[in-house]
């Protein structure tokens, strides 16, 4: 078979598809001018990567194509209607990477509040000796309120560090109730503005839709508290970036993490990268050595089950298998 991957798939997996596959491994490259990419594409019948773009352009130029394999859990960059339309199964790689996200995310949380980026820059120039004072003091993590937005299984796992680590109170909001949540971790779900005013961080953790697209914007910011942290572990996307570098500069809220920004990778000229009071991170949160590998090995064990007619282990729109097999 003529497998297109596309960054990121791990060497080894790649190898051990090698071995098996026609490969063709693409990297940087404007995927609609690059004439090897679009001529591969062509006789492609799987392809398996990051955040490739698959739209209907795309589509139209991949006639063989049988399954579309995500080295990621979000899958906002799969067309999924148009992939269905045309028989073609899409898969992602959920679970694996849970707790690896959580993870990150709480370190957004302790480096916003504690400002560790920015205290560590202050010691490596040499300026401990001449003037640490009160200016440099953080806010502190413990016993604060927690928002969470999106409480699927990432959401969950940030709750459980939140709430067992750092004795913080859980409010969260998501599009159903979560019993389990509400009873491990003490949370309380809220609507929307009611978390937003009253959470000293809100942590923003839902896949981009469309209903989520640009959720959090000037109005919400400014329904934040001023102390308020935000952070931001979903999709650009899902806020509208300019009024988060708005409300940062304006005192609205007091700081932000994030690992993810409207346009990846981020423009050198984006605001947020000269804010003293943001930490930024370039869509990390999934990326230890030991996840990124586990994504890989799922992502083409999806993508051989989908390439031999069986049913992929995580496909995202079984209606195509319905039809094909
Ligand atoms: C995911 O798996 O969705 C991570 O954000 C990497 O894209």
Redesign the pocket.
């Given at each position: 078979m003529k497998i297109l991957a596309y960054e990121r798939v791990e060497k080894p997996v790649l190898d051990a598809l090698k071995e098996k596959h026609d490969v063709r491994f693409f990297k940087n490259i404007d995927t609609k001018q690059d004439k090897e990419f679009i001529e591969f594409l062509s006789e492609a019948d799987g392809i398996i990567g990051?955040?490739l773009d698959v739209n209907k352009e795309l589509l139209e130029k991949a006639p063989k194509l049988k399954v579309v394999s995500n080295v990621?859990?979000?899958y906002n960059n799969l067309d999924i209607p148009e992939l269905t339309k045309r028989n073609i199964m899409a898969t992602n790689?959920p679970g694996i990477?849970t707790d690896t996200?959580a993870d990150m995310a709480f370190g957004l949380i302790l480096s916003t509040a504690r400002r560790i980026p920015e205290l560590d820059q202050f010691v490596k120039n040499g300026h401990w000796t001449e003037s640490l004072t009160e200016e440099h003091y953080g806010t502190d993590v413990h016993h604060k309120k927690l928002g969470i937005i999106g409480m699927g299984r990432i959401g969950n796992a940030i709750a459980k560090r939140a709430h067992h680590g750092f004795d913080m109170e859980i409010i969260y909001h998501s599009r159903s109730r979560k019993p389990n949540v509400e009873k491990e971790y003490q949370a309380t779900y809220m609507d929307l503005d009611s978390l937003l005013q009253e959470s000293d961080f809100v942590c923003l953790i839902t896949p981009l839709t469309k209903e989520t697209e640009g959720m959090i914007g000037k109005r919400e910011f400014q329904l934040m508290k001023k102390s308020g942290i935000f952070i931001n572990a979903s999709r650009g996307g899902t806020i509208v970036e300019q009024d988060l570098i708005d409300a940062l500069k304006n005192g609205d809220i007091l700081a932000a993490g994030v690992d993810v920004f409207e346009q990846e990778p981020v423009d050198s000229n984006n605001e947020l990268l000269k804010l003293k009071n943001t930490v930024t991170l370039p869509?990390i949160?999934?990326s230890s050595y030991e996840t990124e590998l586990k994504m890989s090995q799922l992502a083409a064990e999806n993508l051989e089950a989908g390439l031999s007619g069986r049913k992929p282990p995580n496909l995202i729109n079984p209606e195509v298998r319905a039809k094909k097999i």
């Open positions: 990051l955040a990621s859990v979000g790689t990477l996200v869509h949160g999934s």
